[in-house]
């Protein structure tokens, strides 16, 4: 089983800040997609990540994949408190076999 | 919208019943997963439907069960309830095995 960590757990910080957050594993994985899921909904795909040193953008987030694709980052600038939420990580291995989730990262923005 | 419908959005029940979760996924879809979500926790994936088949099982307890029908709609059975059962039980569908997977909106069980 290829497993994903995804670091820090939990990250408290003030509206404006920056952040980063990240998801690993000593497995290659042949892509890694980023959800965020509010509480009481379900996860809502933010990015497809798929070649290694891959980097996206979106608004104010920033998705890599590292070049071995063995690791992805997400990065917000100037956070607000809409970016509230979990954030999770998730992976197809390499094999093509099967869907892997992250445990997540649960992120507050204070305003 | 994501195209997966699941209901009911919230169901209330007592120990010791049995309850029935629907989802539909999106069109063209033929995997179906089945997740489970106490609170603050993280996806607990729990099994895997492929075009009306089992594909793969995760930590799914033996009091819980689920099908896909031939039109690939899906039910997760839930039996003889505990409280901690009690969770957001989420589906998600996609195009193939291992493709990207679209999650519904969740289905929140609290058993009393």
């Known amino acids: 089983t290829q497993l994903l960590e995804q670091s820090p757990q939990f990250l408290s910080i003030q509206e404006g800040e920056n952040l980063t957050v990240y998801c690993n594993s000593s497995?290659?994985?042949?892509?890694l997609q980023w959800y965020r899921q509010e509480p009481g909904e379900g996860p809502v795909l933010l990015v497809t990540?798929?070649?290694?040193?891959e980097v996206k953008k979106l608004k104010r987030l920033t998705f890599q994949f590292g070049d071995a694709r063995k690791d992805s980052s997400l990065h917000i600038t100037a956070a607000q408190p809409g970016d509230t939420g979990l954030y999770l990580c998730a992976g197809v291995d390499n094999y093509g076999q099967n869907f892997v989730f992250g445990p997540g990262t649960r992120l507050s923005v204070l305003p | 919208d994501s195209g997966v419908t699941q209901t009911p959005k919230h169901l209330i029940t007592a120990t010791g019943q049995r309850v029935t979760l629907r989802c539909s996924p999106r069109s063209g879809d033929l995997s179906v997963y089945w997740y489970q979500q106490s609170l603050d926790q993280g996806l607990q994936f729990l099994i895997q439907y492929y075009n009306g088949e089992e594909r793969a099982k995760g930590n799914i307890l033996e009091r819980f069960s689920a099908q896909q029908f031939p039109d690939l709609h899906s039910e997760l059975n839930l039996s003889s309830l505990e409280l901690g059962d009690s969770a957001l039980y989420f589906c998600?569908?996609?195009?193939?095995?291992?493709?990207?997977?679209?999650f519904g909106a969740g289905t929140r069980l609290s058993v009393l």
């Open positions: 998600a569908s996609s195009v193939g095995v291992k493709n990207i997977q679209y």
């Open positions: 497995s290659v994985f042949s892509s």
């Open positions: 990540v798929v070649t290694g040193g």
